[in-house]
């Protein structure tokens, strides 16, 4: 049946050599040394690091976005228009 878990097969020999010679991670860990583990696929650094070639978000990804929409500027711009806005139904407000 589709979508049912599988239990884990145990590597074969040739398996567990193919694993072993998988490329590694290879970013400096706290101790100084190499980190072991292994790459992600297509990248260079593994699930835990990055800085290396190729890894991070996809081209064009804009999780991070620094869209400005909240800076002091854009903010204070916001506030002049609405007080503006507030003004002008004051003035609506006495006026009917
Ligand atoms: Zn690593």
Same mark, same amino acid.
């Given at each position: 049946? *589709? ?10 020999? $040739?398996?567990? $050599? &193919? ?7 290879? $970013? ?6 190499? #980190?072991?583990?292994? &790459?992600?696929? %297509? /990248?260079?650094?593994?699930? /835990? @690091? ?7 978000? =996809?081209?064009?990804?804009?999780? &991070?976005? =620094? @869209?400005?929409?909240? *800076? $002091? %500027?854009?903010?204070? =711009?916001?506030?002049?228009?609405? %007080?503006?806005?507030?003004? #002008?139904?004051?003035?609506? /407000? %006495?006026?009917?």
């Amino acid at each position: 049946m *589709s979508g049912e878990r599988q239990a884990r097969r145990a590597p074969g020999p $040739a398996e567990i $050599a &193919a694993l072993l010679g998988s490329p590694r991670c290879g $970013a400096r860990t706290r101790t100084g040394a190499a #980190c072991r583990a292994p &790459a992600v696929r %297509d /990248k260079r650094r593994c699930r /835990k @690091h990055g800085g290396g070639k190729g890894s991070g978000g =996809q081209r064009g990804n804009a999780n &991070a976005l =620094q @869209h400005g929409a909240y *800076s $002091a %500027d854009m903010r204070a =711009q916001r506030r002049a228009v609405m %007080d503006y806005v507030r003004a #002008c139904n004051r003035a609506m /407000k %006495d006026w009917g």
